[in-house]
């Protein structure tokens, strides 16, 4: 394909044909401070892959309230001081129920965690692990929220 027409396809074709991204909400959850700051991971429930709470908006709730809301439905995180800021966004594919991929757009929020139970909604779904940021960032495969966790 010669490079104009490549630039034509990639620029005008391709996004006719691209479902728009879906926005999801994640928190950030963490103890301690400085160099013995922590974060706390979950695994996921289809690939088992390491990440941190997060699902879709909720109505009812803005997107910081949504992540806490995520916070304890996936990782028991029962109380905690909420950033209501968003400290930066990564993209993502997720798997859908019926099978289909979803490209996603997830906006992250800090939840200094204060009290964490071990009876959640997902407790029989999921592990959990706290550890550095940096070794969280090694743990998660999107780049982008890797380099959130670094710089976190």
Same mark, same amino acid.
């Given at each position: 394909m010669?490079?104009?027409?490549?630039q034509? !396809?990639?620029?005008?074709?391709?996004p006719?044909f691209?479902?728009p991204k879906? %926005?999801?909400?994640?928190?950030?959850?963490?103890?301690?401070?400085g160099?013995?700051k922590?974060? %706390?991971?979950?695994?996921?429930?289809?690939?088992?892959? !390491?990440?941190?709470?997060?699902? !879709?908006? *909720?109505?009812?709730k803005?997107a910081?309230?949504?992540?806490?809301?995520?916070?304890?439905?996936?990782?028991?995180?029962?109380?905690?001081? %909420? =950033?209501?800021?968003?400290?930066g966004?990564?993209?993502?594919?997720?798997? *859908? =129920? @019926?099978?289909g991929?979803?490209r996603?757009?997830?906006?992250v929020?800090?939840?200094?965690?204060?009290?964490?139970? =071990?009876?959640?909604?997902?407790?029989?779904e999921?592990?959990?692990? !706290?550890?550095?940021?940096?070794?969280a960032?090694e *743990?998660v495969?999107?780049?982008? %929220?890797?380099?959130?966790l670094r710089? @976190?």
């Open positions: 010669s490079s104009l027409l490549e034509a !396809w990639n620029e005008v074709v391709k006719l691209q479902r879906r %926005l999801q909400v994640a928190a950030l959850c963490y103890r301690g401070a160099d013995d922590e974060v %706390l991971l979950v695994t996921s429930r289809g690939t088992g892959r !390491w990440i941190l709470p997060k699902g !879709w908006p *909720m109505d009812g803005n910081a309230e949504a992540a806490r809301q995520e916070a304890w439905e996936e990782a028991g995180v029962s109380e905690g001081q %909420l =950033d209501r800021t968003s400290i966004a990564f993209d993502s594919e997720k798997e *859908m =129920d @019926f099978g991929i979803a996603c757009t997830t906006s929020f800090p939840l200094k965690v204060e009290k964490l139970d =071990d009876d959640f909604p997902e407790a029989d999921r592990r959990r692990t !706290w550890v550095p940021a940096e070794r960032a *743990m495969a999107e780049k982008d %929220l890797q380099k959130i710089e @976190f």
